[in-house]
């Protein structure tokens, strides 16, 4: 029986603005999404049935309905009508519920690559148009190159991919709720918002030093207050050679941009010394297709 092996990428934030709260509760978004190296592997598999398995090497993951890859394949059902059962097998790299749609890009390479294993015929176009039933960050994972991301993140504009450069993602051992953060913003009077058109030029203009001067994400606001280890994290970072660094999402991951691999290696092994972040790695900004 055929089987076909796709990495799904993680994302992060090099702006991320909020512009206002529609009447449902959800909150419209400005961001600039930007996949990074670290990926998760998926190996979707036809079966002889009609079931949907799903496999994976993280225990605390669900493998029914509540896994994001399982909601996939029921949408590609619905899509098509197509009732083929298939096995999806997960490797998990990603950190979970860390602010890097560790959960949407897995659905996003699944309803891909689905829809490549059987033969469904469904254009990447209205795959991503569908995918904003899973959830907010689905389409741009889709998408899978540098974008911005503006409505509740259905309305995606490709820009121009930053210039190479290494980067340091921690992630703290904390759990922080999205749905809390979005909430204890809005609960803020004013804050300052970071500048994403000037980000969309120096992306533009391939200029690293005008986009580490642009990182900004409103979310670091409540987020830091609660969980001041954020900002520990990215002021050891910045002292140790990064050009920059900014939480991605509702957090609580960090990324730090570095000119060179050695200078971030070896801030890597002084973060991990300080035992401020259970998950390191060292990675690149991925650009071009994310599956
Ligand atoms: P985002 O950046 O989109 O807010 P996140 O990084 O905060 O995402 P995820 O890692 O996507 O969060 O997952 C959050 C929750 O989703 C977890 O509690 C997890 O149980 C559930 N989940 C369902 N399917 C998956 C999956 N395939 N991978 C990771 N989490 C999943």
Do not use: W
């Not at 060179?260 to 092994?269: P, Y």
């Amino acid at each position: 029986m055929k089987s076909i092996t796709r990495n799904a990428y993680a994302k992060i934030n090099l702006g991320l603005d909020v512009t206002g709260v529609l009447p449902n509760g959800y909150h419209e978004v400005k961001m600039i999404m930007q996949n990074v190296g670290i990926c998760d592997t998926l190996t979707f598999s036809e079966r002889e049935d009609d079931r949907i398995i799903v496999e994976t090497d993280e225990g605390i993951l669900p493998t029914n309905e509540d896994n994001l890859v399982y909601k996939a394949v029921l949408l590609i059902r619905e899509l098509t009508g197509d009732k083929r059962g298939v096995t999806i097998r997960l490797e998990k790299r990603i950190p979970i519920a860390a602010g890097m749609a560790g959960g949407s890009t897995d659905a996003a390479a699944t309803l891909l690559g689905v829809n490549e294993l059987l033969n469904l015929g469904l254009s990447k176009e209205k795959i991503q148009q569908e995918s904003v039933s899973i959830g907010a960050d689905v389409p741009y994972c889709v998408l899978g190159q540098t974008a911005l991301s503006e409505g509740i993140g259905e309305k995606l504009t490709p820009v121009a991919s930053p210039p190479q450069a290494y980067l340091i993602v921690a992630k703290p051992d904390i759990y922080v709720s999205t749905p809390v953060v979005y909430k204890k913003l809005d609960a803020k009077e004013s804050y300052e918002h970071p500048d994403i058109d000037g980000m969309i030029e120096a992306l533009e203009n391939k200029d690293l030093d005008g986009i580490v001067k642009r990182l900004g994400n409103v979310l670091e606001l409540v987020t830091i207050e609660d969980y001041p280890i954020v900002e520990e994290i990215k002021k050891l970072l910045v002292n140790n050679g990064a050009l920059g660094a900014l939480m991605s999402g509702s957090g609580p991951s960090v990324f730090a941009i570095f000119p060179d691999k050695e200078t971030a290696e070896k801030a890597c092994k002084v973060l991990a010394e300080a035992n401020l972040a259970k998950q390191l790695f060292v990675t690149t900004f991925q650009n071009g297709e994310n599956v």
